[in-house]
T-cell receptor, first 111, second 114 residues
């Protein structure tokens, strides 16, 4: 049984560009959350998707957007990249439960 | 009101010793308190979690102690091993219309020396 998977593993982008990160939840899970983890910090909640809709959003600008597909996989899009967007982006999944399981993350570097 | 404060920032323990990491929260609506373990270059892995209706939960060498009145909880790692060397995060969450975002502490880097 595969856990949460994310792609790509690493990504290097230039300021002003746009990026799309992908996540496949753990089998049987229907809820996907995205977190941003800056170096040396704890993960910060970006938003959560359930039934293809954004259910709650953290304190992130509109440059951060997402989508959930009918198969429960999800994408995180970031527009107009800033140097400060460099971080590890984590996807976590759950199914009507407190327990959230994280993927390995995508390391985004903005130059 | 959404903060979770974690200490210490770093911890050095000898093999076989006890590692203790502490967290404090402010929002009394929180009702789920997990601990995550993260190795460099990896995502956080759920280690153990507790609900506020119990004061202690033990799984193998890992124990959570929970003090509801003080709004504090801690992770104890007994017989610490070099393989336990990682960053540990406490977190808190509350069920609100099926929303269960996690609020994380700032992390504790644990180093266990042989």
């Amino acid at each position: 049984d595969a856990g949460v998977t994310q792609s790509p593993t690493h990504l290097i982008k230039t300021r002003g560009q746009q990026v799309t990160l992908r996540c496949s939840p753990k089998s049987g899970h229907d809820t996907v959350s995205w977190y941003q983890q800056a170096l040396g910090q704890g993960p910060q909640f970006i938003f959560q998707y359930y039934e293809e809709e954004e259910r709650q959003r953290g304190n992130f600008p509109d440059r951060f957007s997402g989508h959930q597909f009918p198969n429960y996989s999800s994408e995180l899009n970031v527009n107009a990249l800033l140097l400060g967007d460099s971080a590890l982006y984590l996807c976590a999944s759950t199914r009507s439960s407190y327990e959230q399981y994280f993927g390995p993350g995508t390391r985004l570097t903005v130059t | 009101q959404q903060q979770v404060k974690q200490s210490p920032q770093s911890l050095i323990v000898q093999k076989g010793g006890i590692s203790i990491i502490n967290c404090a929260y402010e929002n009394t609506a929180f009702d789920y308190f997990p601990w995550y373990q993260q190795f460099p270059g990896k995502g956080p892995a759920l280690l153990i979690a507790i609900r506020p209706d119990v004061s202690e939960k033990k799984e193998g060498r890992f124990t959570i102690s929970f003090n509801k009145s003080a709004k504090q909880f801690s992770l104890h790692i007994m017989d610490s091993q070099p393989g336990d060397s990682a960053t540990y995060f406490c977190a808190a969450s509350k069920k609100s219309y099926n929303t269960d975002k996690l609020i994380f502490g700032t992390g504790t880097r644990l180093q266990v020396f042989p």
